[in-house]
């Protein structure tokens, strides 16, 4: 089993992300940060600049139909831009949210909207604004999606850009709080196919039913981020999504270096020993989902500990996970 026969094709999505970025640097004028890292920046001179990103939840909202948990959608969809906004060192300043829907639902959009607050108040951010759109006819009177763009600034050169990683340098890593928001549709076909009830609670897991487990929402990494970045020592940062672990810390190396993870250094969450269990195998696994690490950072050894010093005092729990080389 695996993601691309859900409908899902890694390395297609990966293509067209090349095929943006050969169009947009054909007609882009603005003077910016390369298109394909976690988010893009623009200069506003005086040493600033404006950092910007977008994202969405993927087909978790299904899921949240299922099982009519929402306000944890809406904390997802912040944390999806917030964590991919923080990895270049911007502090978050506004959050915008779009919602589509086939027919407004005040009831559960007043949930993902709490959830988003919440999302907002754990970033340091302020919910700007939004666009709700009611779409019958592209929608299902019950289906939704949701959008969501981060905005930031940045001091220049306080950034961690991963321009300075060399051989021999740490990834620190930082739990996950679960699934996060990637690699649902492979998670929707397991559940199809094995009949497990999401009311159901697994001896496996704390209590929670199956339905609370998966529906838990992304962990928001700004603070944690924020703080060992600003101490100098952090070269460059993570924020695991799409793609897993191995191909997002790759995505700040500089040409030529690649991680070389440690899958046995932390502690794997329980549920993902159940999709693996449902016919995933090990390769898919780790391309797939982030496996319990949702964020790293790199740091020359002699910085690390001061590295996982500024994140602990965030009550993080930091972990050696990997270091760089030259790539094989």
Same mark, same amino acid.
């Given at each position: 089993?695996?993601?691309?026969?859900?409908?899902?094709?890694?390395?297609?999505?990966? %293509?067209?992300? =090349?095929?943006?970025?050969?169009?947009?640097?054909?007609?882009?004028?603005?003077?910016?940060?390369?298109?394909?890292?976690?988010?893009?920046?623009?200069?506003?001179?005086?040493?600033?600049?404006?950092?910007?990103?977008? @994202?969405?939840?993927?087909?978790?909202?299904? !899921?949240?139909?299922?099982?009519? +948990?929402?306000?944890?959608?809406?904390? @997802?969809?912040?944390?999806?831009?917030?964590?991919?906004?923080? $990895?270049?060192?911007?502090?978050? &300043?506004?959050?915008?949210?779009?919602?589509?829907?086939?027919?407004?639902?005040?009831?559960?959009? =007043?949930?993902?909207?709490?959830?988003? !607050?919440?999302?907002?108040?754990?970033?340091?951010?302020?919910?700007?604004?939004?666009? $709700?759109?009611?779409?019958?006819?592209?929608?299902?009177?019950?289906?939704? @999606?949701?959008?969501?763009?981060?905005?930031?600034?940045?001091?220049?050169?306080?950034?961690?850009?991963?321009?300075?990683?060399?051989?021999? @340098?740490?990834? +620190?890593? &930082?739990?996950?709080?679960?699934?996060?928001?990637?690699?649902?549709?492979?998670?929707?076909?397991?559940?199809?196919?094995?009949?497990?009830?999401?009311?159901?609670?697994?001896?496996?897991?704390?209590?929670?039913? !199956?339905?609370?487990? &998966?529906?838990?929402?992304?962990? +928001?990494?700004?603070?944690?981020?924020? =703080?060992?970045?600003?101490?100098?020592?952090?070269?460059?940062?993570?924020?695991?999504?799409?793609?897993?672990?191995?191909?997002?810390?790759?995505?700040?190396?500089?040409?030529?270096?690649?991680?070389?993870?440690?899958?046995?250094?932390?502690?794997?969450?329980?549920?993902?020993?159940?999709?693996?269990?449902?016919?995933?195998?090990?390769?898919?696994?780790?391309?797939?989902?982030?496996?319990?690490?949702?964020?790293? &950072?790199?740091?020359?050894?002699?910085?690390?500990?001061?590295?996982?010093?500024?994140?602990?005092? $965030?009550?993080? $729990?930091?972990?050696? %996970?990997?270091?760089?080389?030259?790539?094989?």
């Amino acid at each position: 089993m695996n993601y691309k026969e859900t409908g899902v094709d890694i390395d297609r999505g990966n %293509a067209w992300i =090349e095929t943006i970025k050969r169009l947009a640097a054909r007609r882009n004028s603005i003077p910016k940060v390369g298109i394909g890292g976690f988010s893009g920046a623009v200069s506003i001179g005086g040493g600033r600049s404006i950092v910007a990103c977008c @994202d969405g939840v993927g087909t978790k909202v299904e !899921l949240a139909r299922e099982t009519g +948990i929402y306000r944890g959608l809406g904390q @997802d969809l912040v944390a999806m831009s917030v964590n991919d906004l923080v $990895t270049c060192g911007a502090t978050p &300043l506004f959050f915008l949210d779009y919602i589509a829907c086939g027919a407004l639902d005040e009831r559960k959009m =007043e949930s993902v909207i709490e959830g988003v !607050l919440d999302g907002c108040e754990a970033s340091g951010c302020a919910l700007l604004g939004g666009e $709700t759109a009611e779409m019958p006819g592209v929608y299902a009177p019950d289906g939704f @999606d949701l959008a969501g763009f981060a905005v930031g600034l940045l001091d220049e050169g306080r950034g961690a850009d991963g321009c300075d990683i060399v051989p021999g @340098d740490l990834i +620190i890593g &930082l739990p996950s709080s679960g699934i996060h928001s990637n690699g649902y549709s492979l998670v929707r076909k397991i559940l199809r196919s094995s009949g497990v009830s999401l009311g159901e609670k697994p001896t496996w897991g704390d209590g929670a039913t !199956l339905g609370e487990i &998966l529906m838990r929402p992304t962990k +928001i990494y700004v603070r944690p981020a924020l =703080e060992a970045s600003s101490i100098g020592a952090v070269k460059g940062m993570a924020h695991i999504t799409g793609g897993g672990i191995e191909s997002n810390i790759n995505r700040v190396m500089p040409a030529g270096l690649e991680c070389v993870m440690d899958y046995s250094s932390w502690e794997r969450p329980k549920v993902f020993d159940f999709i693996a269990a449902s016919g995933v195998s090990e390769a898919e696994m780790r391309r797939v989902f982030n496996l319990g690490l949702g964020y790293a &950072l790199a740091a020359s050894p002699a910085n690390a500990d001061a590295v996982v010093n500024a994140l602990k005092s $965030t009550g993080e $729990t930091p972990f050696t %996970a990997g270091r760089v080389r030259e790539a094989a």
